[in-house]
């Protein structure tokens, strides 16, 4: 195997003319000039320069191999530069997935501190629910996944094999139309909205509704379904029926025409930034991963 080192020795050999002006050029000494070239013919199996007393000329091999010296070590040069500026997070990109209510709430706050902090480091961002985001960031899709799960859910994901870096844990509220009956409360429990339409958002969180429910006594009569939390909103304060949010999400919209209800007993999710093991060691993923913590300890 051909070394950088014996390539920068051959290429000062070359211009030189000399093992000696070879070895002051380099600061090193004649000896381990030679001992460094015998060591270059070796790898390469094939004699390099033709020494004529005290001067020396490169071979047909040695001409073609200081031809590409000058190409592989400007390569490497680059290299080297470009994963320093990376490791001192001058440069660097980042691909984050975040679920909605996350991507308007947490990721907004972590991307500013983290562009102030290393303006070199780019964050790409995309939208996906867990268990979605999970899939993309093990398939190598993305370098940081943004995702949740309810504490009470049965069956809850398997995250063993990835970092997880706990942010905070995110309560559950009640969403009624300003005139509601129980739109003044402090507190309700689910079961006094048995009777009611609803609206119920994604998939995943539509499950946790029904299992709330069914744990309560009763199946919720689910008129409309969006995954879109505004226009969840948007039905509720037209009076079209009540919904059960998370607190993050109600701060990214204004419930105009509607009012928030504590929900007890208290359901809650967890959110969590992810990535894998070896990511984890990336400065750009670990200085994202280190902002959105900070983010999330300011809700």
């Known amino acids: 195997m051909i070394e950088a080192r014996h390539l920068r020795v051959l290429r000062a050999v070359a211009t030189t003319g000399s093992f000696s002006?070879?070895?002051?050029?380099?600061?090193c000494t004649q000896p381990a000039v030679s001992q460094q070239m015998k060591a270059l013919e070796t790898s390469v199996g094939t004699p390099l320069l033709i020494r004529t007393g005290r001067e020396m000329?490169?071979?047909q091999a040695g001409e073609s191999l200081v031809r590409h010296a000058a190409g592989i070590l400007a390569g490497l040069t680059a290299a080297e530069e470009e994963v320093a500026a990376i490791a001192g997070l001058r440069a660097g990109r980042v691909r984050l997935v975040s679920f909605p209510s996350g991507s308007s709430t947490l990721v907004p706050t972590a991307l500013a501190a983290l562009r102030a902090a290393h303006p070199g480091t780019r964050v790409f961002l995309e939208e996906a629910e867990p268990p979605n985001s999970v899939d993309l960031l093990r398939e190598g899709d993305c370098d940081i996944a943004l995702a949740f799960r309810y504490e009470t859910a049965p069956g809850a994901e398997d995250w063993s094999d990835l970092v997880v870096r706990p942010l905070l844990r995110d309560r559950l509220v009640a969403l009624v139309p300003e005139k509601h009956r129980l739109a003044r409360a402090k507190s309700v429990a689910i079961g006094e909205l048995a009777g009611e339409p609803w609206i119920a958002g994604c998939p995943r969180c539509r499950g946790q509704l029904v299992e709330v429910c069914e744990t309560a006594g009763f199946t919720p009569r689910i008129d409309f379904a969006t995954d879109d939390y505004p226009?969840?909103?948007?039905?509720?304060?037209?009076?079209?029926?009540?919904?059960?949010?998370?607190?993050?999400a109600i701060e990214s919209v204004r419930p105009r025409g509607a009012r928030t209800v504590t929900l007890e007993p208290a359901v809650r999710r967890e959110i969590v930034a992810l990535t894998l093991p070896d990511l984890a060691q990336v400065p750009a993923v670990a200085a994202t991963l280190d902002q959105l913590e900070r983010a999330a300890r300011e809700k």
């Open 231 to 248: 226009a969840v909103v948007g039905l509720v304060s037209a009076g079209l029926g009540v919904a059960v949010l998370p607190q993050l």
């Open 57 to 59: 000329r490169l071979t």
């Open 21 to 27: 002006a070879a070895g002051r050029a380099l600061g």
